[in-house]
Structures are given as C-alpha cells and as structure tokens.
C-alpha cells in the first residue's frame, strides 16, 4: 500500500513569492490534515478535511494561506505572500477518519523563505 | 499554553537499557493518546496508542503507561535498541479527529 506522497520535498523560495504544496492520501482515507512543524517543536494543525469538506481551519492563517481539496483526495497548501517566519516543515496526514485512528504520515515538504 | 508537554528534550539510554518518555498533558478532556516516532526527513509514524479507559498498552519491546489523575503518560521501550533512536512526539486527542503534539523527545540509544 502506498503512503501519503507529498511534493516537492523541498522548496526555496524569496519572501513575497507565492509557494504551494501538494498531497496525495492513502487510498479510501476520507480525513486528510496539513500540519505545520516549526524546529524543535511537534505537528500544529493548520487545517482538517473530512472530504472535500474543511471542518477545522481555525488554525489556518487565512490572510496568506490557502487550501483546497477537489473531489475530496489531493490536496493542496498555498502560501501567498511568504514571509520569513514561514520557513518550516509542512505535513500532510490522512487517516481512515474512524473515531480515534492514528494517522499516517508524509515525508513533508521543507520550505526556506530568504 | 502547551496542552501537551514533553519536559526532556533529549534523552541516552545504553543498548539494551529500559528507555522512558514522559508525557504530560493540562486538558482533561483528552481520552486518547498516541505515540509516534520521527526519523531525520521522514514523517512521524505511529507507534501505540492508548485510550482513557486502560492504564496500559503493550506492543511488543513498546508499553504505553496512563495515569489519568496526573494527567500524565508514559512510554517504556524494552530493551533498547540502535535503531530506536528518533524523535518521539506524544499525542492527545479529546474524542474527535484532531490531535495536540507535544515538542518531542530525541532518544539515543548508544551501542
């Protein structure tokens, strides 16, 4: 079975420039979350799908970021304009979306804003 | 205000040794708590978990210990290996699909 695949792993971009991040779930997993980790510290949620529905954006910085999941599989995390503090590692999770279910894990996208 | 603390940064333990993890969390509401490794440039994976309803889970060298009334858990890994050193982050959730982590714990496990 395929884990969560996540695109680019790395990515350097100049402050004010736009950057995105896409994720593709495990196969027939409904829920589907984007963390944000920061170095040194764990997974913040920035946003939770429960299909193509987000149920919990509260954390989501809405001034500068954007999600989106189209016919509730990939998805996608925008930053538009990126600022310095934005560098960190962004995470994508899925899980089956039963109560309680661990979630799995991609290898993350590790942004640089210069 | 961290509802998830994990107060040791770093942690070495001698092959073979017992390896605890703490974890403590403020909120009352949370009644499921997991446990998940990190390797470097790698997503955390799940380890264990344990729901409000026991004091103990065991997985193998893994056992997952919860003391509800010091809102405080904890993971034992027996015996410890090389390859067990990681980052391991713990996890709280109240019931529903959302989970806290703590800041994690760097385990080295010297041969």
């Known amino acids: 079975e395929a884990g969560v695949v996540q695109s680019p792993r790395y990515k350097i971009i100049e402050k004010k420039q736009p950057v995105a991040f896409w994720c593709n779930p495990i196969s027939g997993h409904n829920t589907l979350y984007w963390y944000l980790q920061n170095l040194g510290q764990g997974p913040e949620l920035l946003i939770r799908y429960e299909n193509e529905e987000a149920v919990d954006d509260s954390q989501l910085p809405k001034d500068r970021f954007s999600a989106e999941r189209l016919k509730g599989v990939d998805s996608t995390l925008k930053i538009q304009p990126a600022e310095l503090g934005d560098s960190a590692v962004y995470l994508c999770a899925s899980s089956p979306g039963t109560g309680g279910a661990e979630q799995y894990f991609g290898p993350g996208t590790r942004l640089t804003v210069t | 205000d961290q509802q998830v603390k994990q107060n040791s940064p770093s942690l070495s333990v001698q092959e073979g040794r017992i390896s605890i993890l703490n974890c403590d969390y403020t909120n009352s509401m949370f009644d499921y708590f997991l446990w998940y490794k990190k390797y470097p440039a790698e997503g955390p994976t799940f380890l264990i978990s344990i729901s409000s309803i026991k004091d103990k889970n065991e997985d193998g060298r893994f056992t997952v210990f919860l003391n509800k009334s010091a809102k405080h858990l904890s993971l034992h890994i027996v015996p410890s290996q090389p390859g067990d050193s990681a980052v391991y982050f713990c996890?709280?959730?109240?019931?529903?699909?959302?989970?806290?982590f703590g800041p994690g714990t760097r385990l080295s496990v010297l041969p």
């Open positions: 996890a709280a959730s109240d019931g529903g699909q959302n989970f806290v």
